[in-house]
């Protein structure tokens, strides 16, 4: 048996929030052996559709392998930028209640952005249950 190391492209710019993109280790798969000339073509292969498919829509099919996090990591920056501008709240809330809603979405994809579900404690999945009911009913709110 070989033992592979799979990597992926996910933004992390050191200070949490998900930004520049570059290559992280992702997990050590074990995998039948092969001949390295098949393993290293379907590498070459398969980095090279990806390079094509990120020139031609800007993403490719490997951010389709976990969506959820995908997407979360593309929200949270940006829904955390959103609270801290401030920019109004929506009608029949207050200022306070509107950040309180915010903090707690934020909080969601926050968690989502760096743990699968598998690895969420009780209260973290609680957490992101709330933040993304809350995201879903506040979703149209999300201007200014």
């Known amino acids: 048996m070989a033992i592979v190391s799979l ?13 520049e993109r570059q290559w992280v280790p992702m997990a050590i798969v074990s995998v039948a052996p092969c001949p390295v000339s098949w393993c290293d073509r379907m590498s070459t292969l398969r980095r090279a559709k990806f390079w094509l ?3 031609t829509r800007g993403w490719d099919d490997s951010e ?17 930028r959103f609270r801290e501008l401030k920019a109004g709240y929506p009608m029949g809330l207050t200022p306070e209640r509107w950040d309180d809603i915010l903090g707690k979405i934020e909080q969601a994809f926050g968690i989502m952005s760096i743990k699968q579900g598998w690895e969420m404690t009780i209260n973290e ?5 709330l933040g ?7 979703f149209r709110d999300l201007w200014w």
């Open 125 to 129: 999945s609680k957490a992101v249950d």
């Open 64 to 80: 389709t392998w976990s969506l959820d996090t995908t997407i979360a990591r593309f929200v949270y920056p940006r829904i955390k």
């Open 53 to 55: 498919q990120r020139q």
């Open 132 to 138: 993304l009911r809350l995201f879903g009913k506040y």
């Open 7 to 19: 990597s992926r492209r996910v933004g992390h710019d050191g200070g949490g929030d998900v930004s």
